[in-house]
């Protein structure tokens, strides 16, 4: 089984300022990784697909970047409504998913 | 626009199966992708629990594979996870989603949550 790690566990940042999130395969998966985000109550919305390509109708401000094992999630502004967890997903061998990095208010 | 709700019971007694049914509007089951299903326990992470073709192929996750029944109904575009001999780590928010071409899952439902106790 491919473990995906997610690093740091929070970031506690402020609107406005840049978020970069980590995700960490223990094993190369080529660019199949996906990028998620969670909020509280609500189902999971797609962000980024295939290391790199936003999913239709995601900002700008939200960047993938990434190839085998190092993966990074980017948020260059912060708006109010990007406070959530995110969540990284591979589908290189079956389907799992990182434990997630929680993006909260400074 | 595609959309998924789940259905079935909240509470589920141990050693008991879960059974939940996922209706899909919006989009043909018969049209194509694969159909998944998703677990979360409260305040965890995301399964991955299997999938479905419209054909009826599935594929699972190996640690539940020997528990886990996922079936395909096109004739009322919907699908459907049975989870046997449940316990308490069963507890969890399930989601049924769509998986894209790009092996993500693109659409989700609401998410049901099932407890499992006595």
């Known amino acids: 089984e491919i473990v995906l790690t997610q690093s740091p566990a929070t970031l506690s940042l402020s609107p406005g300022e840049r978020a970069t999130l980590s995700c960490r395969a223990s094993?190369?998966?080529?660019?199949?990784l996906a990028w998620y985000q969670q909020k509280p109550g609500q189902a999971p919305r797609l962000l980024i697909y295939d290391a790199s390509n936003r999913a239709t109708g995601i900002p700008a401000r939200f960047s993938g970047s990434g190839s085998g094992t190092d993966f990074t999630l980017t948020i260059s502004s912060l708006e109010p409504e990007d406070f959530a967890v995110y969540y990284c997903?591979?589908?290189?061998?079956?389907?799992?998913f990182g434990p997630g990095t929680k993006v909260d208010i400074k | 626009q595609v959309q998924l709700q789940e259905s079935g019971p909240g509470l589920v007694k141990p050693s008991e199966t879960l059974s939940l049914t996922c209706a899909v509007s919006?989009?043909?089951?018969?049209?194509?992708?694969?159909w998944g299903w998703i677990r979360q326990p409260p305040g965890k992470g995301l399964e991955w629990i299997g999938s479905?073709?419209?054909?009826?192929?599935?594929y699972y996750n190996p640690s539940l594979k020997s528990r886990v029944t996922i079936s395909v109904d096109t004739s009322k575009n919907q699908f459907s996870l049975k989870l046997s001999s449940v316990t308490a780590a069963d507890t969890a928010v399930y989601y049924c989603?769509?998986?894209?071409?790009?092996?993500?899952?693109?659409?989700w439902g609401q998410g049901t949550l099932v407890t499992v106790s006595s």
């Open positions: 997903q591979q589908r290189s061998n079956s389907f799992t």
């Open positions: 094993q190369s998966v080529s660019s199949y």
């Open positions: 479905i073709y419209h054909s009826g192929s599935t």
């Open positions: 919006g989009y043909s089951i018969s049209s194509g992708y694969y």
């Open positions: 989603a769509r998986l894209s071409s790009s092996g993500c899952f693109d659409y």
